[in-house]
């Protein structure tokens, strides 16, 4: 065998190794999307969070705000000792019993709510993008409210987003 | 005979490359069907949802042998939970937000998750 016909047939065997791992690397990653599975807990989380938010703010029902410093109402999360977290926002909403907000208490990303509405604006979301939408939780409770030095009953209404982690 | 013997060598290193790549793509395509991802994403978001349910002083048990196959290491590191599944180590775990210190202890037969 001549050089030149040594180096033709070296060339085709690159070729032809390079297209079975070409090949090889097609078939991996179809079966890696094949076979991954996302398992989606964000709604438990947001409604876990909810719990420790409300737990935090108004244990036994009585929310002192006297005790939270206008700093503290934005960094509800710190406040609370719970571990901040870019997937994270809460939003506590305060009224009295004429339902008049007297006062709101927040931490996290607030663009992360118009993401929310965006998904529940389109409920018809495909299958591949369900996994981006957020884990949401809302709850309301009647509360005693201690403000300005004056005992009331109130209402207290927790808003929980969690984002997904990737 | 010289032409003959190049030509069966070129064969011969042909066929071991292309074995070589298959094997690895078949042990990669096997690693994926076994699921331990998915087995080591279920431990790891169980436990997380546990640690933000827990109040102090609780605690719960990871059984090594586990339904989800043999658990090898349970850590909590950076506010996340990593547990390596059959070998496969967690690399970024599962966070979790509770306020209170979480621990894990390691025993004969299980992993111990304190919270308080």
Redesign the interface.
């Known amino acids: ?1 001549n050089k030149r016909a ?1 180096t033709g ?2 060339i085709m ?1 690159i070729y ?2 390079v297209l ?2 070409f090949i ?2 097609i ?2 990653g179809v ?2 999307i094949f ?5 989606d ?1 964000r709604d ?2 947001s409604r ?2 909810v719990r ?1 938010v409300v737990d ?1 703010l108004a244990p036994e029902g009585k929310l002192v705000l006297d005790d939270i410093s206008a700093g503290d109402r934005f960094e509800i ?1 710190s406040y ?4 901040q ?1 870019d ?2 926002y809460v939003e506590a909403k305060v009224y009295d019993d004429t339902g008049t907000e007297i006062s709101v208490l927040s931490q996290g990303d607030g663009g992360a709510e118009w993401i929310r509405d965006i998904y529940m604006a389109t409920n018809n979301t495909q299958e591949r993008f369900k996994k981006y939408v957020p884990g949401l939780a809302n709850f309301t409770s009647d509360i005693s409210i201690v403000h300005d030095a004056l005992t009331f009953t109130g209402r207290i209404n927790v808003e929980a987003i969690v984002n997904h ?1 990737f | 005979m ?2 003959r013997g ?2 069966l060598k ?1 064969v011969i ?2 066929i071991l ?2 074995g070589f ?2 094997a ?2 078949l042990f ?2 096997a690693d ?2 076994n ?1 331990r ?2 087995r080591q ?2 431990l790891e ?1 169980q436990v ?2 546990l640690i ?2 827990a109040v102090p002083g609780m605690e719960f048990a990871i059984s090594k042998v586990n339904l989800n196959g043999v658990v090898h290491k349970v850590e909590i590191k950076g ?1 996340a939970v990593l547990i390596s599944v059959e070998g496969l180590s967690s690399i970024k775990g ?6 209170y210190d979480v621990g894990v202890r390691e025993e004969e037969d299980k992993f111990v998750v304190m919270v308080g």
């Open positions: 065998m040594q047939d070296s065997m032809q190794i079975v791992s090889a690397l078939v991996l079966s890696s076979y991954d599975h996302y398992i807990v438990v989380e876990l969070l420790q935090c999360l609370c000792g719970i571990a977290s997937r994270l982690e | 010289r032409k190049a030509i070129m290193i042909h490359l292309v790549v298959f690895v793509f990669a395509t994926k069907i699921a991802g998915v994403q279920v978001k997380a949802l933000d349910s506010g599962y966070p979790y937000f509770t306020p």
